[in-house]
């Protein structure tokens, strides 16, 4: 698993990336056991219960092969990512969904990259290790599944003896002609046999298409991406030079030099670093004051005793207000990390007035972030919920994590590295999180409540199976709503509820038919429930 050899500079990329690799006896076996395993368990078939069971043997193979004493065993984040591997695998078979598809590929990704190079600390250059890996195990493959070096010798060996059998055969097939011809009962059992014979020969080539040879070589090559290493230095190198922390740098002054310093440079340094603490004090007193005045007019319009006025463009005070709101606060970070990326965290003159104000900033900042919330949640509250809209959540919740480590930037002199280490953190939490949730049926519940007028039943409809439930229980509440299903380019097709109920008894017998269809692997818990349940 690691370079037994120096590289040969002539050697093509191939052979260079074939020889970082030492296979073992059980990499050997592995190999070949998990493509069959995952033809087995992917072709033709959706993801669930087949992504639990190929992510547990893969982890299992993975782990086997290092002992116990590794150094990747020490590592805290191999631990988180392997917990969320298996755990996301879980989900997959019991959910079926999106996220947990995407949780799960993204944790085994990380886990291997981390057990690749343990001193890893970003779960993106942990993905970017795996990457990498995956690349070079690639193109090594074919030159570890070529032939071995003595098969001439063995191919001579073999036709010796085949013509050494030339003979007997040929004899063989003589007395079987005359056992034919003079037994009548040999020749009933012989056409038998011929005739099984071509029935599975049949039914074996009727079998063999070149979509599945393709397949299973792409699951050849996925098997032996995650099974095997070529160690990546490149992104644990890069990482080794950045600190948790923001380091003071001197301006070229040498404390032991025997040359006099400078002192006109630290005279122009020190005025160079008080013009950047004026500018970053001017910038951040004068938005500060208009972020207040934006702020007191969201308080007052949304915070407290919103109503929606009729003919209020609702959509435009959503999806506009929303993305530019977002753009100001990204826009807001990104000018504090850049006045605190330096010497400024240790002006002593100003850094009090400087923290000051950018704490003030950060907070308003957060204020800022909640507004946008509630125009998010009046927009769910009249017009129901959606994927973008809980995105527009999750995402308000990093923003919010992310605003409260810029804080730790500001009053422990954090590194941009470290903040981009938590937050990386915060966003594979909120991965897992989306893929711990039956956000779809919560979904369809909350938009059929009696309260919701509009509703996009096509919407609905196209959500997975285990929806279906939910949508046959409140079948009788239709008559309620107006129900309606927005086209993609924007526009609405109103339902009427015969209509919604013919479209729903129709979804209702595809779901029957594909379920008596699907094989063990495709099986996922909710599904498996909602079929018991209709």
């Not at 290092?66 to 755990?87: E, I, K, M, N, V």
């Not at 319009?301 to 109503?307: C, D, T």
């Not at 900042?365 to 017009?383: C, D, E, F, M, Q």
């Amino acid at each position: 698993m690691y370079p037994t050899s120096l590289l040969n500079s002539a050697a093509t990329p191939n052979e260079a990336a074939a020889s970082k690799l030492a296979l073992t006896t059980l990499q050997k076996l592995a190999m070949p056991v998990g493509a069959l395993l995952f033809d087995l368990l992917f072709w033709q078939e959706r993801a669930g219960l087949n992504m639990l069971l190929y992510t547990v043997v893969v982890v299992l193979a993975t782990a086997a092969g290092r002992p116990h004493y590794a150094p990747q065993w020490r590592s805290g984040y191999a631990w988180l990512l392997l917990l969320g591997t298996l755990g996301s695998a879980v989900l997959v078979a019991w959910y079926g969904s999106g996220a947990a598809i995407l949780a799960c590929w993204v944790s085994l990704a990380g886990w291997l990259g981390y057990l690749n190079q343990p001193h890893l600390r970003l779960v993106s250059n942990a993905l970017l290790t795996a990457l990498v890996n995956a690349a070079h195990v690639l193109m090594a493959l074919p030159m570890l599944v070529r032939m071995p070096t003595n098969v001439s010798g063995q191919l001579g060996r073999f036709w010796f003896y085949a013509r050494l059998l030339v003979v007997p055969l040929i004899t063989l097939f003589l007395f079987h002609v005359l056992f034919v011809v003079a037994n009548p009962q040999y020749e009933a059992l012989s056409e038998r046999a011929l005739a099984a014979l071509s029935e599975w020969l049949v039914a074996l080539f009727s079998r063999f298409s070149l979509a599945h040879v393709l397949f299973f070589v792409a699951g050849l090559a996925l098997t032996a991406a995650v099974l095997l290493f070529v160690p990546v230095h490149y992104f644990a190198d890069r990482e080794s030079r950045f600190g948790e922390f923001v380091q003071r740098k001197r301006d070229q002054v040498a404390s032991f030099s025997v040359r006099r310093p400078d002192f006109r440079r630290q005279e122009r340094g020190s005025l160079d670093l008080r013009k950047e603490f004026l500018v970053a004090a001017g910038l951040l007193g004068l938005v500060n004051v208009l972020l207040l005045v934006v702020n007191i007019i969201d308080v007052n319009w949304i915070w407290f005793g919103f109503v929606r006025e009729p003919g209020f463009d609702l959509t435009q005070f959503v999806h506009e207000g929303t993305y530019v709101l977002i753009f100001s606060i990204l826009v807001a970070m990104s000018i504090l990390l850049w006045f605190f990326r330096r010497n400024l965290n240790f002006y002593r003159p100003g850094l009090p007035l400087l923290r000051v104000l950018a704490t003030v900033w950060v907070l308003q900042n957060a204020v800022l972030a909640v507004s946008v919330g509630l125009r998010n949640y009046y927009y769910i509250l009249y017009t129901g919920l959606a994927y973008k809209r809980l995105g527009v959540c999750f995402f308000l919740l990093l923003v919010l994590f992310g605003l409260g480590t810029l804080l730790l930037k500001i009053w422990q002199r954090r590194s941009a590295f470290s903040l981009v280490r938590l937050n990386s953190l915060a966003a594979y939490a909120v991965l897992l999180l989306l893929a711990a949730g039956n956000w779809e049926v919560w979904i369809a519940r909350y938009n059929l409540r009696p309260a919701l007028r509009n509703v996009d039943y096509g919407f609905l409809l196209a959500m997975p199976d285990r929806v279906l439930p939910t949508l046959v229980a409140h079948e009788g509440e239709l008559g309620q709503h107006q129900l309606q299903h927005e086209i993609y380019d924007g526009t609405h097709q109103f339902l009427s509820e015969a209509d919604a109920r013919t479209r729903l008894h129709k979804r209702l017998r595809q779901f029957r038919a594909q379920q008596q269809q699907r094989h063990w692997p495709s099986y996922t818990w909710a599904d498996w429930q909602a079929y018991q349940a209709l």
